[in-house]
């Protein structure tokens, strides 16, 4: 079974600073996709990033990019130049490409961006 | 404008009663999911479907039930035999192409 696994309940950011977002999950599989998404306080689930397994060269989106590990697979989010609507519950997921396409998501990281 | 609308945003009922939570896409996606997410947790998948007159079970699917009628309606019935009822349901459609889900605002469900 798939697991995914972020090991920071919580972090703390000061604002126009950067921060790491830890990831890892454990799977046997080749191909499959990796996701970040953000769940502000309105509680809507809006996707940040996303990185297909087989490509090395790691995503990026403004100032959000990923860190993209294969073989430890581990995937963390950095986001540069903090800002306040960064604060936000993060959630990474893992799409298995195979079996009907299931998420499976980590508990996630509340991040709070400080002025 | 397109888009996933699930309605309604909260929802109260009484123990023993069963209800149904509406989710509508219409951004033309064949595959639908619906999560359930608790206090501080992450998402448990509860049903999915890849496509119309098709659904198969997630990892928490006991006491609720769905339908795929339609392409652009995937509703989720919350029974009476589901112990733990109250929590945040979320419902998501998944682009074919970019494999990326898409979320509704979510269902606050009370039971008491």
């Known amino acids: 079974a798939q697991t995914v696994t972020q090991s920071q309940p919580e972090m703390s950011v000061q604002e126009a600073e950067t921060v790491t977002l830890s990831c890892t999950y454990d799977t046997s599989e080749s191909n499959y996709y990796l996701f970040w998404y953000k769940q502000p306080p309105s509680r809507q689930m809006i996707l940040v990033i996303r990185?297909?397994?087989?490509?090395?060269q790691n995503a990026t989106e403004n100032r959000f990019s990923v860190n993209f590990q294969k073989a430890a697979k581990s995937f963390s989010l950095k986001i540069s130049d903090s800002q306040l609507g960064d604060t936000a519950m993060y959630f990474c997921a893992f799409m298995r490409l195979y079996n009907f396409n299931k998420f499976y998501f980590g508990s996630g990281t509340k991040l709070n961006v400080k002025p | 404008d397109g888009g996933i609308t699930q309605s309604p945003k909260y929802l109260f009922r009484k123990e023993g009663q069963n209800v149904t939570l509406s989710c509508e896409q219409n951004?033309?996606?064949?595959?639908m999911y619906w999560y359930r997410q608790d206090p501080g947790q992450g998402l448990r998948l509860i049903y999915y479907?890849?496509?119309?007159?098709?659904?198969q079970k997630g990892d928490i699917a006991e006491g609720y039930s769905v339908s795929r009628e339609k392409k652009e309606s995937f509703p989720l019935t919350v029974t009476s035999a589901q112990k733990n009822p109250t929590a945040f349901y979320l419902c998501a459609s998944r682009d074919s192409d970019k494999y990326e889900q898409y979320f509704g605002p979510g269902t606050r469900l009370t039971v008491t």
């Open positions: 990185q297909e397994a087989y490509k090395q």
């Open positions: 951004l033309n996606h064949d595959a």
């Open positions: 479907s890849q496509i119309v007159n098709d659904f």
